[in-house]
Nanobody, 125 residues
Framework: QVQLAESGGGSVQPGGSLRLSCAAS????????IGWFRQAPGKEREGVSC????????YYADSVKGRFTISRDNGKNTVYMQMNSLKPEDTAVYYC??????????????????WGQGTQVTVSS
């Protein structure tokens, strides 16, 4: 399985921005899809964004639509997530994942894909 390494997390004030990066050990263009999950303290993991490799379709959790943007650079085997207008409820560990998908009844989900080690994002005044 491909290895994933996230970076770019940190602490910001509400309304601020961060850009997360996910460097893959292999070609991301060969993957079915790649995206981001997050887990806040005491909460279940939540699918945040997912991008299909076949047609570039993107999917977002309702809670981040209009604020977060996923993108990729196949030449660098890297996926990014630009996070704007951050809110305290965005505080979580963010994980890069492969084999994500989207379904109307469950939103963003993941199959037997790979997970990165996670990067902490803290939004606080």
């Amino acid at each position: 399985q491909v290895q994933l390494a996230e970076s770019g997390g940190g602490s910001v004030q509400p309304g601020g921005s961060l850009r997360l990066s996910c460097a893959a050990s292999g070609s991301i263009s060969n993957l079915y899809a790649i995206g981001w999950f997050r887990q806040a303290p005491g909460k279940e993991r939540e699918g945040v964004s997912c991008m299909s490799s076949s047609d570039g379709s993107t999917y977002y959790a309702d809670s981040v639509k209009g604020r977060f943007t996923i993108s990729r650079d196949n030449g660098k085997n890297t996926v990014y997530m630009q996070m704007n207008s951050l809110k305290p409820e965005d505080t979580a560990v963010y994980y890069c994942v492969t084999d994500c998908g989207w379904a109307a009844d469950v939103g963003i989900h993941i199959g037997f894909g790979s997970w990165g080690q996670g990067t902490q994002v803290t939004v606080s005044s």
